[in-house]
Every structure is written in C-alpha cells, then in structure tokens.
C-alpha cells in the first residue's frame, strides 16, 4: 500500500539527501516504490546528478518504477517529464532503454520528451527499446 504524504514519505525525503551514501541510495529505491507525486519525484529527479554512482544507478531504476505508478494514478505528464530526465542523465544505454520502454508502457509517443532526450545522446537506445518493448508484448516482427 502506499504511505501517503505521512511522516514515512517526509523521513524518506529528508534521507534521501543524507551526507551517506547509503542512506541516500536507500531512500530513492523506497520512493521509487513508496513514493508518489511531485516531492518523490523532485527527490528522485535530484539524485540523477548525485556524485555517487550507486545513488545514479538507485534513481534510475526509481524513476522508472515512481513513473509507472505517476501514471496509472493520473499524472502521465509528470510521469514523462521523470522518464525525460531520467533519460538525460542515464549512464548507459542499458538506463536509457528502461526508461523508454517504461515510457513506452504508459503510452508516451515517440515524439514525446524521453524519446527526444534519447535521440540526442543515443539514437540506438530508441530502436533497442522498441525490439525490447515488442519482445515484452509478445509482438516480436
């Protein structure tokens, strides 16, 4: 179940930008599960760029799980603009194709901010995330 904007979801946001490590990577994958609206997704969105990489590699993989659940309650648009940045700040391209097919899920179009921000980095994670998305739906070509 979700927590809610109670004192969980307040103690995950404040850790998240703890001096550790640890910590902070600990609270993105919860808000990623947890989380839900724009402070889950500005803390979320804030340790894209963290100096550790483990914190990175931990906002990634929340940023597409906290879309997910953005969308299926409503908030498609912020929903995108997560997976937009998400994509912008990805590493490699294995974080830019989870996010597209994320984004492919929830139904944006390939005109839409995530795919853009592929297009400018890495045009090859657009066609890896649709053979992807197609081998997940089962409509392999």
Request: net charge negative; with cysteine; charged share 20%.
């Amino acid at each position: 179940g979700s927590m809610g904007a109670g004192k969980g979801l307040g103690a995950l946001l404040e850790a998240s930008g703890a001096d550790e490590p640890s910590l902070r990577a600990a609270a993105v994958n919860a808000l990623g599960r947890l989380g839900e609206g724009e402070a889950s997704a500005a803390a979320i969105t804030a340790r894209l760029r963290d100096p550790d990489q483990a914190v990175r590699a931990a906002a990634q993989s929340a940023a597409c799980r906290l879309a997910i659940t953005l969308a299926h309650s409503g908030h498609e648009g912020m929903a995108e603009s997560l997976l937009t940045r998400a994509v912008a700040a990805a590493e490699a391209r294995g974080q830019r194709v989870s996010a597209l097919v994320v984004a492919t899920s929830i139904g944006c179009a390939e005109s839409s901010g995530p795919y853009r921000a592929a297009r400018a980095v890495d045009p090859g994670a657009v066609d890896e995330s649709r053979r992807v998305a197609e081998t997940y739906s089962g409509e392999g070509h």
